[in-house]
């Protein structure tokens, strides 16, 4: 039982990581339709920022993190304005193509910036509690917290402010929303940073947590996608409960079956969920 | 007439142009890569089936190379098969593999089918580097045996020369065309057409639109299968690294850089994604950033693809020299 837990602890940990990049992700879709596949190496680069703040500059892990939070919504800033912006009225593929050769581009820009080899960004949380054999660590609390607040902040601004009321209006009518005067280029503008600045939070944490690496941005950003497919593409409740989902069963799966094989296991459970409810669990029909 | 020329004449010559090239380019180096770029026609051919008829962008065109590729490759070097028989059961292998993967699959649309089959390739790539008994992991399997040699007219063809290779793969890159062409140009071709322009209203008209996208999406896999196949027997050394997803995305690429069209676009797009990664390998460091600045400028700038480009350009240059 306690070694349940224990995977189900640890499963939450990874899954909070893959909420807050598959939120990135899906509120970009819903609203944009763009499936922007760029956004792990964003990701990945905020973490980076993250790492060279703490290493070189000294800065404290959690104004470190804001700082990227803020690099990364420069990057998504440009990154709608010159690079999806030109195609948005082109077909779907376009804008996939588009993200795949900006997924080359900042891994490229990464891996001269920041070379080959893996880091683990440094933070004062390496206290371990045990709670009657459940170990618990530091760590994995302040990302499961980290993830619960910004998460709520971002709700607060989407539900509560006029910027959040104008990216609800173009999500629910884009049409609509340009009649009434919102201005659609400048919310995409806004749902990019915010997004981006999402995924970074999640880039810093998956360093602090696992290691920054080459590579890894491609599979946060496959991660998050099979996320977006269990819960729901466009649903930001959906990409919450996906993303705790399929962190869970990959601990599972790592902890019961087989370490090699998590993936895999992950991806089943997305491809049965899709069988029963093809628009995911809390998508709409 | 005219249609049967357009149609025979364009095929035709292209054909004896890569038939020829090898006598007059002796440069090992780019037989081997005209090679490499005749296999990709044939990833091209397949992607292009579920891509660019159907309207479906499927993510698992490597995924389905590697299946061909360890398919042919374990049953000669494990069962001790010929390599032509093996060659011939690989894309069986992965056509039964496509028909049981695109079931669910093809039951949802757009994005979602990208994601799903691209969660395929990673599987895919996954079991590859993981069921190291048999596929010998990421170190992979070395002496991938070439094709039995064989005399044709007292002339014996040995497939250990590069150049018997590259007629190997001429035919089998011809023969995909041919079959893509065929394709579209049947009724199961315009269905397909259909499907993409309008599914809802072609299942309204009664045709079982899923039925006619899973010929296309198995035939393709079939097609990938026989790409990874040759791709296995030339190489001759076999590890996951050429099947993940950046390969299934160069096969996309293959498909939208060309442009839209079944011949030329699909030929040139091929040989552009085998050409231009070693064409960069000049600036090293740099090769990664700017194969994506291309493709970024290439989508904004170029969106129909570079056949249809040069072919109006073309259309313009003579034009010009009509009217004097």
Redesign the interface.
């Known amino acids: 039982m306690i070694e349940f837990l224990q995977q189900v602890f640890n499963g939450l940990a990874i899954g909070a990581v893959y909420t807050l990049i598959a939120i990135g992700l899906t509120i970009v ?1 819903g609203i944009l339709g763009i ?1 922007h596949f760029a956004h792990g190496v964003v990701a990945m680069s905020g973490g980076y920022v993250t790492f060279f703040l703490i290493e070189k500059l000294g800065v404290p892990f959690f104004v470190a993190m804001m700082l990227a939070m803020l690099v990364g919504a420069i990057l998504g800033l440009l990154v709608e304005r010159f ?1 999806y912006r ?2 948005q009225n ?1 077909a ?3 804008a ?3 993200a ?10 990464n ?2 910036a920041f070379g080959p080899d893996q880091m683990v960004i440094r933070t004062p949380f390496q206290s371990v509690f045990n709670l009657g054999g459940l170990v618990v660590t530091e760590l994995r609390v302040y990302v499961m917290v980290t993830t619960a607040v910004l998460i709520v902040a971002m709700s607060f601004f989407v539900s509560r402010t006029k910027t959040g009321r104008a990216i609800r209006a173009v999500a629910q009518n884009r049409s609509a929303a340009i009649l009434m005067g919102v201005n659609v280029n400048a919310v995409a503008l806004v749902v990019f940073g915010l997004s981006s600045a999402l995924g970074v939070a999640g880039g810093a944490l998956v360093g602090a947590m696992l290691a920054l690496a080459p590579g890894l941005g ?1 599979s946060l950003v ?1 991660k998050g ?2 996320v ?2 269990l819960g729901g ?1 466009g649903s930001v409740p959906g990409a919450i409960v996906g993303g705790l989902i399929l962190g869970v069963s990959e601990a599972l799966a790592a902890g019961y079956l087989s370490s ?2 998590k ?2 296991i992950a ?2 459970v ?2 049965v969920v ?2 029963f409810r ?1 628009e995911g669990l809390l998508g709409k029909k | 007439m005219s249609l049967v020329k357009s149609h025979f004449v364009w095929p035709v010559l292209s054909l004896c142009a890569l038939a020829l090239a090898p006598t007059l380019v002796q440069v090992p180096y780019f037989l081997h890569l005209g090679i490499l770029a005749l296999i990709w026609v044939i990833v091209a051919q397949g992607q292009n089936l579920v ?1 660019g008829f159907t309207g479906y ?1 499927s993510i698992a065109a490597a995924g389905f190379m590697g299946v061909g590729a360890y398919a042919s490759t374990l049953l000669t070097t494990k069962l001790g098969w010929s390599v032509w028989a093996s060659m011939v059961c690989a894309p069986l292998l992965a056509g039964v593999l496509a028909v049981v993967v695109g079931y ?2 093809l ?2 649309k ?3 089918f ?3 089959t ?3 390739n ?2 895919i790539f ?2 590859l580097i ?1 069921f190291s008994s048999l596929t010998g992991g990421e170190s992979g399997i070395t002496g991938v045996p070439k094709p039995e040699n064989f005399s044709v007219f007292g002339m014996a063809v040995n497939f250990e020369t590069r150049i018997a290779y590259y007629y190997l793969t001429l035919i089998c890159a011809a023969f995909a065309t041919a079959v893509c062409g065929l394709v579209l140009h049947s009724r199961v071709g315009r269905v397909l057409l259909a499907i993409r322009q309008n599914e809802p209203l072609v299942d309204a008209s009664g045709v079982f639109a899923w039925r006619y996208k899973m010929f296309a999406f198995v035939l393709s896999a079939a097609l990938c299968g026989v790409a990874g196949a040759l791709y296995a027997h030339f190489i001759g050394f076999l590890n996951p690294e050429p099947f993940g ?2 390969q299934s ?1 160069n096969a ?2 293959a498909v ?1 850089l060309g442009g839209r069209g079944t011949f030329a676009s699909k030929i040139v797009g091929a040989f552009l994604v085998v050409a231009l990664p070693e064409f960069l390998r000049v600036a090293e ?5 700017v ?6 400028l290439t ?2 700038f170029m ?1 129909r693809g570079i056949v249809p480009l040069l072919a109006s350009a073309w259309y313009l240059f003579t034009s010009l020299f009509k009217k004097r």
């Open positions: 879709f499936a690079a030109p195609v082109a779907h593929i376009n996939f193509i588009i795949l050769g900006l997924t080359m581009m900042i891994d490229g820009l891996l001269l491609e496959i996608f099979a977006l497919i593409l090699a094989y993936d895999v991806f089943l997305m491809i899709l069988l093809p | 891509q962008v669910p699959s039951r949802v757009g994005h979602y990208a994601i799903v691209m969660a395929y990673l599987v996954i079991v993981n997803v950046d995305l996309i690429l939208i460091t740099y090769r990664l950033i194969y994506g600045l291309l493709l970024v989508t904004i969106p």
